[in-house]
Structure formats: structure tokens, C-alpha cells
């Protein structure tokens, strides 16, 4: 998961076309292999529990068969053979139209390129088969411990299962199941023989418990990913406890502070409690001052410095803090572009106050002070995108001042042919 949302790629899970285990066939194996564990003798042999899991992970795979995320139309023609959907229909899944084909014990779900973008098994062959099989080979260890290279080899790619699946249910919107399969997927790595903590698991299992309402759960996972010392992109897990756990937000949120004072959603986060609190937000100031003694030359901490002025409508002491980080380091973009930021937002607040101003005289000076914002923006965000190697901000960059530059191109030959530079920018996505 990324930042804020942390977006939830959906992880290609190919499988080599081979002999396929319909599901009745894998039931009856599971079946034996059932009986033979409930055998005194043969209960206590590794081979058996071992057989078991396999049993159980070829029951998973059956409905869906040798059916993989990323297949074609033309792909399942080879190995789903004669077997047809009986209703196909349009639906909307992750904000994306797809086309669902429904079967007798799934859904397929097919994007616009028409590859399976999702696989939904509505008709397993047993329930909960990897969490069964998961326990079956923790029993083979737990009696053989020469069976560890195969057990750790097993349970890794049955976390993996767990994984793809609960990406899977978030796509769908059945964040509740997707939390439950992701914090399987970590129990399953993190237990023997395994030994390994999935903190990419814990935090997505979190993630999705926000999205399913359970704040409870989100703020035991999100501890535990703490406790080990992740904290996602730029800290935002710190965010995120704030959110769930909003009787302790002033602590975690000054906590990450100080680890990722970069942090926008920590920072706007800590804002925004002072704020609702009626707290002073000179002890935010203080953690800042506290990190600039610590790093004097860290340009990113009069950036963030600015963007605390700007936040609380303070646009001198904004001005002041990003033009010292841009002193600090002249390199550094983000300190052009918060003072880019800061102007344009300032016009387009002047902007809408000028729209609902009935006085003429009070509307001209809202006109001109709208103007004189909107030129004050172009010269940082000039600087800022000559300098950024990153061609993704100056895409963001050249959207700014395409629109700054039009408000002028009426009316001078510059400004029209900057307008035109970056608007060609914007369209094409490539900057020049």
C-alpha cells in the first residue's frame, strides 16, 4: 500500500497451464487425505500432514482452475476448454468498468484490455482450505523437522495465496474478508517453520480494516507494524493510528512528527489537532525547531516550516521559511513550489471572493489582487521546473502554470507562448 491510500496493486499471480484437478476429483483426494491423518498410525508421520497440505492447496486451486490474473479471452480458450459462463454483465470494480462472466463456482473479471483482472471463487471446495493447509504443514514440521525446506517452500506460497486473494476482496469492496486473508497471510509467514514477519501484509490487513470501519483491528495491526519498526511511506502509519485511535492522536502523530517531520499527512494531521483542540500549535513549532538544531542544512525542514505558516494562514512566515530553504539549498525543488503553491492558492482564493464582491470598487481591487497572486506564482514554479529531475513534477508543475499564464496570454505575447509551452506539457504528459 502506498501513501494515503495506500494503493492496493493487484499482484499477478500467473500460473503454467498443466494438468488440471477439477474440483471433484480434488475433493475426493482431500477427502482420503483427511481420513489418512484421522488414522492413529499414519497421524503420526510427517508424509501424511505433508500430503494433507498439498491435498488442501489443490482444493483451493481447483474452481479456478488454471485460470490466471493478466489471461486473455483467447488464453482460457486453451485451458478452461468447453466450460462457458452462464450470464456475462458490466460492473464497476475499483472505479474501473469491467465485464463479469459468471460460472458455476466463480466470476471472472475482465478490464478493458480483456484480461482477467479479477478471480472470484463463489463455490469452493472447501472452506478456509488455506488456512487447513497451512496447519498441515506446520504439523509435518512439528513431527519431522527435516521437513522444514519443504514446509517454509509451502507455506511462503501459501501466503502469497492469501495475499493475492485479499487483493482480490479489496478490489471487489469486501474490505472485511480482505483484511481477514491479509492478516491470515502474515499469521501463516510469521509462525514456524517460516519465522518471517510480513509487515507489507500487516499493514494492508490494517489498511483494509479502516476501510471495513474496524478501528479496533486497524489500530492492533498498525501497533504491530510499530513494533517492528515499519512505518510505510513517509511514516503515514503514524497518521493512520491518529485516525483509528483519535483519544491518542496527539501521540502519534507527534511521534511520527519527529521520526518524518516531511510527513504532509502527519503535519496537516497535527494542524488540524491543535486546531479542533484549541491547543497552541507552538510546541509543533518547537519538535521543528528542535530537528532544524539537529540538521541545519535540511532544506525539506524550512519547506515543511512554510508549509505550517501556509496551513495556518500566515503567508509572511510562509514566504520567509520557503525562501530560506530555498537559500539552504537552491536545488532543492519543493521549496519553489510550496511558494508557487502558496501564490496560486491565494489567486484562486481571491478569485472566488471577487465572483461573490456586488461592489464594483471592492471587486476591481479583488481583480488586481487576484492578478498580482497570480504572477507572484509563476517565477517560483519557473525555477521549480527548471530544476526537478523528476518528469512526473514537472507534468504537476506545468499544469500550474499552463493555467497562470493563460489568465495573461490575451494580452501579452510571453505569456501566450508559455501558455501554449506548457499546455503542450500537460496534454502529452512529456515534459520538455
Request: hydrophobic fraction near 40%; aromatic fraction near 10%.
Amino acid at each position: 500500500m502506498k501513501k494515503i491510500f495506500i494503493a492496493l496493486a493487484v499482484l499477478a499471480s500467473v500460473q503454467i497451464a498443466g494438468a488440471q484437478v477439477k474440483p471433484d476429483a480434488a475433493k475426493k483426494a482431500l477427502d482420503a487425505a483427511i481420513e489418512a491423518s484421522q488414522n492413529a498410525k499414519k497421524a503420526s508421520k510427517a508424509a501424511t500432514w505433508t500430503a494433507l497440505g498439498k491435498a488442501y492447496v489443490t482444493a483451493y486451486d481447483a474452481p479456478a482452475g488454471n485460470i490466471w490474473q493478466g489471461a486473455t479471452k483467447n488464453d482460457l480458450k486453451l485451458v478452461m476448454g468447453n466450460e462457458n459462463p452462464t450470464a456475462t454483465e458490466t460492473v464497476t470494480v475499483a472505479g474501473e468498468q469491467m465485464t463479469k462472466e459468471v460460472y458455476a463456482n466463480k466470476n471472472l473479471y475482465f478490464n478493458g484490455g480483456g484480461q482477467v483482472a479479477v478471480i472470484e471463487v463463489t463455490r469452493p471446495v472447501v472452506e478456509n482450505a488455506l488456512t487447513k493447509a497451512a496447519e498441515a504443514y506446520q504439523k509435518a514440521y512439528s513431527l519431522d523437522p527435516k521437513t522444514e525446506k519443504a514446509a517454509v517452500e509451502a507455506l511462503t506460497k501459501i501466503g502469497e495465496k492469501l495475499s493475492n486473494e485479499a487483493y482480490s476482496c479489496y478490489n471487489l469492496g469486501q474490505y472485511a474478508k480482505a483484511a481477514d486473508l491479509f492478516e491470515q497471510a502474515a499469521a501463516v509467514v510469521g509462525a514456524a517453520p517460516v519465522n518471517k514477519v510480513d509487515t507489507d501484509a500487516l499493514y494492508n490487513a490494517g489498511f483494509t480494516a479502516t476501510q471495513a470501519g474496524d478501528n479496533a483491528k486497524a489500530k492492533r495491526l498498525f501497533q504491530e507494524c510499530i513494533k517492528h519498526e515499519y512505518y510505510s511511506d513517509n511514516g503515514e502509519i503514524f497518521a493512520k493510528l491518529a485516525d483509528v485511535d483519535p483519544d491518542n492522536a496527539k501521540g502519534y502523530l507527534e511521534e511520527g512528527f519527529q521520526k518524518f517531520p516531511q510527513s504532509q499527512s502527519i503535519l496537516i494531521g497535527l494542524i488540524n489537532y491543535y486546531l479542533t483542540n484549541n491547543e497552541s500549535t507552538d510546541h509543533l513549532f518547537s519538535l521543528l525547531d528542535q530537528a532544524k538544531k539537529n540538521e541545519p542544512d535540511n532544506a525539506s525542514l524550512y519547506y515543511v516550516e512554510g508549509n505550517i505558516h501556509a496551513q495556518l494562514g500566515d503567508t509572511d512566515k510562509a514566504v520567509a521559511a520557503y525562501d530560506k530553504c530555498n537559500s539552504v539549498n537552491p536545488n532543492y525543488e519543493y521549496g519553489y513550489i510550496g511558494k508557487g503553491i502558496l501564490f496560486y492558492n491565494k489567486a484562486v482564493d481571491d478569485q472566488t471572493k471577487a465572483s461573490e464582491e456586488a461592489d464594483d470598487n471592492k471587486y476591481m481591487a479583488l481583480v488586481a489582487e487576484f492578478e498580482k497572486d497570480l504572477k507572484a506564482c509563476i517565477e517560483p514554479f519557473e525555477k521549480a521546473y527548471s530544476i526537478t529531475k523528476d518528469d512526473s513534477i514537472k507534468v504537476n508543475i506545468a499544469e500550474y502554470l499552463k493555467n497562470a499564464y493563460y489568465r495573461f496570454s490575451s494580452s501579452d505575447e510571453a505569456s501566450k507562448a508559455a501558455y501554449d509551452k506548457y499546455s503542450e506539457i500537460v496534454s502529452s504528459g512529456v515534459p520538455k
